[in-house]
């Protein structure tokens, strides 16, 4: 699986963008994995957002998770379920979805905690915030790079560096030991979301030739 850039959607009313739109912007743009992240919607209108962003990142050979509704991940064929410590645990999602589903971990950046995911089931693990970051409520300010590059050294699972990212951090992130970074606002709030998105391609693919990754 290639996580290099894993684009998490947002819906801006103001900005007139939804998931599908910024899913399909990320697509078109070079992301190689996305990630439906929709909160306070019924979860009919959930799982038909998912089954269109499903088909069309498959249509792109393009990876697609489901963060946290295990139900949803299921029913819509993602690849995967994305999820968080107060979330499903990780030995009950791999039941449900089947040894072949991605199952992905957020992690702090405390190696211990990244491999308790691991054998718990985790495909990959995130790390975050590695920058301050408003797109989400956390207790951790920011972990710093020196976090990604301890919990790469503790796993031997994907590791996908998270949390205030944009093209001018991408290197530092795949220098510290990542596989991939994820990003959310960096794509859903930039005035041209393709270009945004193929400038994070542009500079992934520098950055992992630069460090060989």
Same mark, same amino acid.
Do not use: W
């Given at each position: ?27 078109? +743009? ?31 050979? *393009? ?25 499903? =645990?990780?030995?009950? %999602? ?30 990959? *693990?995130?790390?975050? =915030? ?13 972990? +710093? ?12 699972? =994907?590791?996908?560096?998270?949390? +205030? ?20 606002? %960096? ?18 693919? %520098? ?7």
């Amino acid at each position: 699986m290639d996580l290099g850039l894993y684009v998490i959607t947002a819906s801006i009313p103001e900005l007139g963008r939804d998931h599908y739109d910024v899913a399909a912007a990320a697509i078109e +743009g070079g992301a190689t994995a996305v990630q439906l992240r929709v909160k306070r919607r019924s979860m009919g209108e959930a799982l038909k957002i998912a089954n269109a962003i499903r088909e069309l990142a498959h249509e792109a050979g *393009v990876l697609f998770f489901v963060n946290d509704h295990v139900g949803i991940a299921m029913v819509s064929k993602a690849d995967g379920l994305h999820t968080g410590p107060d979330d499903i =645990p990780l030995a009950a %999602a791999r039941r449900m979805l089947g040894k072949e589903a991605l199952l992905g971990r957020s992690t702090d950046g405390r190696p211990d905690d990244a491999v308790k995911a691991v054998h718990e089931s985790a495909s990959y *693990v995130a790390v975050g =915030p590695v920058y301050p970051t408003a797109s989400k409520r956390t207790t951790v300010d920011k972990v +710093g790079t020196i976090a990604v590059t301890r919990v790469k050294s503790a796993v031997r699972v =994907p590791v996908v560096a998270i949390g +205030g990212i944009d093209a001018e951090k991408v290197d530092e992130c795949i220098e510290a030991g990542a596989d991939g970074v994820a990003v959310m606002s %960096a794509v859903s709030a930039a005035e041209d979301m393709v270009a945004a998105t193929a400038e994070l391609r542009e500079a992934l693919d %520098a950055a992992r030739k630069r460090h060989r990754r």
